[in-house]
């Protein structure tokens, strides 16, 4: 009943039907999102992120599925860290690149990956999607296939196929309807809501003004500018900045109404920037550069800017990007965040499966344990889940 192809370019799928299948609340995997990396040397050999998505037929060629799909020759840029599973293929003489991967490249953020659009056969649609996938790395002789940032919804059904779960945490902000900031201070301990006033005037004392601009009127110098900070925060932490310049001018052209650049002024210049995609209900916090230190100023542009902007734009809410013990005191609380994995080895799939078992019980006591620091008066004792 359905065929399964593979796309070297995105661009050989139509915009508006890969679009009408990802739905509104996902930008970052828009088709114009995937297609302004392709197009600027964000992914492809040099990256080790070579294309290959994936879409489900019917008979009549109609689309009924897709998923964002690529060939990988390294880990980076997924923020679900297999390395010791590498070297582990490594040390036994085996071979762990390439895989297959489903993911938004450099994008930590759960969302749906079985892109089907508002249908009752999204079950059923799925189920082929996932098998299929595991036919196309049989057929390319991978070592595994790995769905990134899953829904738990599709976490379940892949499990049903044999995939491995494998649980992770972040820290999220959910709306419960403020007024305003000072409404949603109102919700936290004493203590807690002074350091976050605190934090915020020692940004305004400093002289530092704060800009909230919609990707569609950022000019083309604060670009330049953003890049050039964006490019220096992984030069200051030895990482590789992936997206170019060019990029970020494309996606301002082609999807700016989804896009927030938030800019720190001193002294009539820019010194600090952070750059946040916006679904129809959430906002997401990406990457933040500064030239010139102040004191608070990175949780003032990264979140608290982000919390105002939700809260004024009727947001349900924020996910700030990965990892980050100190966003709980600022509000965001633990939630699951989901991958699945096939492993194509039967002596490597039994002892990653047990692993990751393990791996599971110790980061449900984690998420346990980050619950209880919340600054919220009145909380209940469990983490909510991902949306």
Known sequence: MFKITTHAKIDEIPADAWNAL???????MRHEFL?????????????GWIPRHLTLRDDDGSLLAAAPCYLKFNSYGEFVFDWAW??????????????????????????MRVLSGDTPRRAEYAAALIRGSIGVAEQLG?????????TEEETGWMREAGLLPRLGCQFHWRNEGYADFDALLARFSAEKRKKVKRERRRVAEAGVAIRRVRGDDVSESEWAIFHALYEDTFDKRGGVPTLTLPFFREIARTMGEQLLLVLAEHDGAIVAAAFCLMGARTLYGRHWGCSKEFHSLHFEACYYQGLDHCI???????????QGEHKVARGFLPVHTWSAHWIADPQF?????????????????????????SPYKNMPDEAPEAV
Not at 22 to 28: A, E, N, S, V, Y
Not at 142 to 150: A, K
């Open 22 to 28: 990802c739905g509104d609340d996902l930008p970052f």
């Open 312 to 322: 004024a734009h009727g947001l349900t809410r924020f996910e700030p990007g990965a």
């Open 35 to 47: 297609a302004a990396m392709e197009r600027n040397g964000c992914v492809g050999e040099r990256f």
């Open 142 to 150: 991978l070592s595994g296939l790995h769905w990134l940032f899953t």
């Open 86 to 111: 590498a070297d582990a293929y490594q040390r036994a003489g085996r071979r762990y690149y390439p895989k297959l991967v489903v993911a938004s490249p450099y994008t930590p953020a759960t969302g």
């Open 349 to 373: 799939r039994g002892p990653i499966g047990k692993f990751l078992d393990h791996e599971i019980d110790g980061m449900e006591d984690y998420i346990a344990e980050m619950q209880r620091r």
